[in-house]
């Protein structure tokens, strides 16, 4: 069956970084776009990243303008596994952070999510 | 970017009632529209996409319509296990964005 396990999540302080990493099972991985998408406590959802498929020799990648500039997006295929580098992290980035599957870039909604990951920012 | 706005932000039901909620974009997104289930401290879950198409599993109570700029999603019979957070989410543009959400309640 489809799985996604993201980890990686703590307590950090205003301006560290960290790393979320998002394991996946049951399905062709090198084939499906993967997003990350957040959800502060007691709010509702926000986009924050998306990374395509491989197409020819890169990937694309797309950023909400909250995180763009700070916040980097990337996978490793042999590993089934997609990753959010999150750095210059702000209070307003405390969240849980989802990793969902999305079909491909036409079909853009997200058919399978992890458990999330809590990213807590505070001094 | 694209805004989604949903109503009501809240409605109260009972098990059995027919219950719908509409989902407004600020522009056409054709019918790239899809709506989530979420339940607390669980993920969300897809429920339709295209608009009007069920993901598998999702049962026949559920169902979308429109295209444009308007939606809705209608649950024919509201069941126990219904009660949760609906959000709407749109997959025309970068970035993609979410309704703020339409909690429903137990009457």
């Known amino acids: 069956q489809v799985q996604l396990v993201e980890s990686g999540g703590g307590l950090v302080t205003p301006g560290e970084s960290l790393t979320l990493s998002c394991v996946a099972s049951g399905f062709t991985f090198k084939n499906y776009y993967i997003n990350w998408i957040r959800q502060a406590p007691g709010k509702g959802l926000e986009w924050v990243s998306h990374i395509s498929f491989r197409n020819s020799y890169s990937f694309y990648t797309n950023y909400a303008d909250s995180v763009k500039g700070r916040f980097t997006i990337s996978r490793d295929d042999a590993k089934n596994s997609v990753y959010l580098q999150m750095t210059g992290l702000r209070g307003e980035d405390t969240a849980v952070y989802f990793c969902a599957r999305q079909p491909d870039y036409s079909n853009a909604y997200f058919d399978y999510w992890g458990q999330g990951a809590l990213v807590a920012v505070s001094s | 970017d694209i805004q989604m706005t949903q109503s009501p932000s809240s409605l109260s039901a009972s098990v059995g009632d027919r219950v719908t909620i509409t989902c407004r974009a600020s522009?056409?997104?054709?019918?790239?529209l899809s709506w989530y289930l979420q339940k607390p401290g669980k993920p969300p879950k897809l429920l339709i996409y295209g608009a009007s198409t069920l993901q598998s599993g999702v049962p026949s109570r559920f169902s979308g319509s429109g295209s444009g700029t308007d939606f809705t999603l209608t649950i024919s019979s509201l069941q126990p296990e219904d009660f949760a957070t609906y959000y709407c989410?749109?997959?025309?543009?970068?970035?993609?964005?979410f309704g703020q959400g339409t909690k429903v309640e137990i009457k």
């Open positions: 522009e056409s997104i054709s019918r790239f």
């Open positions: 989410q749109q997959s025309f543009g970068v970035p993609r964005t």
